[in-house]
């Protein structure tokens, strides 16, 4: 598959603990981007990167969420002491510039 | 920031009519209005996009139209099928990368 792939699928966690999901891209974009969809709602933009530079960063990313992606190719998104409203469906989406973004599968986050 | 609005939240046709989903938009300086369609499940994916200096674009049984005056754009499906049940997302951007999407809409088609 060479599609947007996201690891774990899912991933449940007690509050306060923190947790790191990961995104492979589509080889050759350079453009990756998080967004969070939770239940009813449509996805949420959180961050993007063009290559390894994060450019954008929502005021939805609080200080507990990081993001990086030290060699421009996968990404990861950590979020520290995790809260029960964090429980969403984590989604990575890539795109060769302002082309179509493809969403991956997306790791859904329950913070218990 | 950008605001997205979309009606209706549900809708259900049987198959062979025709749907229409309309959204709305508050940022004028959007240039970019993609549609995805998510089964449940599933990851979101495009079905048809348009840019701001395009008033239509249509492929195959799908159709999206763009009103840049009234901010507003519509996906129009003809012919419905029940493998078009699904939740679709409207979505506008000013910059190239934030896709700001509206809330859904579930389709349901009946045989």
């Known amino acids: 598959d060479t599609g947007v792939s996201q690891d774990p699928r899912h991933k449940i966690t007690k509050r306060g603990q923190n947790v790191t999901f990961r995104c492979d891209p589509i080889?050759?974009?350079?453009?990756l981007y998080w967004y969070r969809q939770t239940l009813g709602q449509g996805p949420e933009f959180l961050t993007y990167?063009?290559?390894?530079?994060?450019?954008?960063k929502s005021r939805l990313l609080s200080d507990r969420f990081s993001a990086e992606r030290p060699k421009g190719s996968f990404s990861t998104l950590e979020i520290q002491r995790t809260e029960q409203g964090d429980s969403a469906m984590y989604l990575c989406?890539?795109?060769?510039?302002?082309?179509?973004?493809?969403f991956g599968p997306g790791t859904r986050l329950t913070v218990l | 920031g950008e605001n997205v609005e979309q009606h209706p939240s549900t809708l259900s046709v049987q198959e062979g009519d025709s749907a229409v989903i309309k959204c709305t938009y508050s940022?004028?300086?959007?240039?970019?209005f993609p549609w995805y369609k998510q089964e449940l499940g599933k990851r979101p994916q495009l079905i048809i996009d348009?840019?701001?200096?395009?008033g239509e674009k249509k492929d195959q049984r799908i159709a999206v139209t763009l009103n840049k005056t009234a901010k507003h754009f519509s996906l129009h499906i003809t012919e419905t099928q029940p493998e078009d049940s699904a939740v679709y997302f409207c979505?506008?951007?000013?910059?190239?990368?934030?896709?700001?999407f509206g809330k859904g809409t579930s389709l349901l088609v009946t045989p």
């Open positions: 989406a890539s795109s060769l510039g302002g082309s179509e973004q493809f």
């Open positions: 979505a506008a951007t000013n910059s190239g990368y934030a896709l700001n």
């Open positions: 940022d004028s300086a959007s240039n970019y």
């Open positions: 990167f063009q290559n390894e530079a994060q450019l954008e």
């Open positions: 348009i840019r701001s200096n395009v």
């Open positions: 080889s050759e974009h350079n453009r």
